[in-house]
Structure formats: C-alpha cells, structure tokens
C-alpha cells in the first residue's frame, strides 16, 4: 500500500488514514461531518489530500466531497480492492 500511496501522490499532502462511523449511526450524517472537519483543516493548510477505501460503497462519497480515484487495484496476494483517492488543494 505504501508504494501506491507515493506512486499517486508525492507532494507534501493530509493522509487521511481512518474515518469509521458505528454501523448503528451511519446515514445520519455523522462520518460527511467528521471528513469536512479534517478536510476544512487541509484547505486551510492549502494541502491536498489522499485516502485509502476497501469499500466501493464509499467511493461516491468520497468523490461527492472532491476525491478522484488515482489508483485502483487489488491488493497482491488477496482478494481486497483497494481504491486510492485524491483530492486536490483546495
């Protein structure tokens, strides 16, 4: 994972490493309130931003707040996709 994650992105950027919201809460808004915090923390600090998912199901969301998939792929020597997410400097 880690030479995915400096293949997509080199530049100095926020690594937004873990964003879990207990499955009794989901949908209520709760996981788009904490990646707006971290992410207001980042154009505040004119960084971009890169992130991990192993669930395609989160990929609309991340790309609802500005993310584009950068890699996708299968992580060698399972069966566990993967997509790489950027999202530029805002």
């Not at 926020?14 to 879990?20: A, E, F, I, P, Q």
């Amino acid at each position: 994972m880690m030479r995915i994650h400096k293949r997509c992105i080199a530049e100095p950027h926020w690594y937004l490493w873990v964003l879990g919201v207990d499955p009794t809460c989901q949908g209520q808004g709760i996981g788009g309130t904490l990646l707006r915090a971290g992410l207001a923390r980042a154009d505040t600090a004119q960084m971009p931003c890169y992130l991990e998912t192993m669930n395609a199901e989160n990929v609309p969301l991340y790309e609802h707040f500005g993310f584009v998939v950068a890699d996708e792929g299968t992580i060698p020597g399972s069966d566990v996709r993967t997509w790489n997410m950027i999202r530029p400097a805002n």
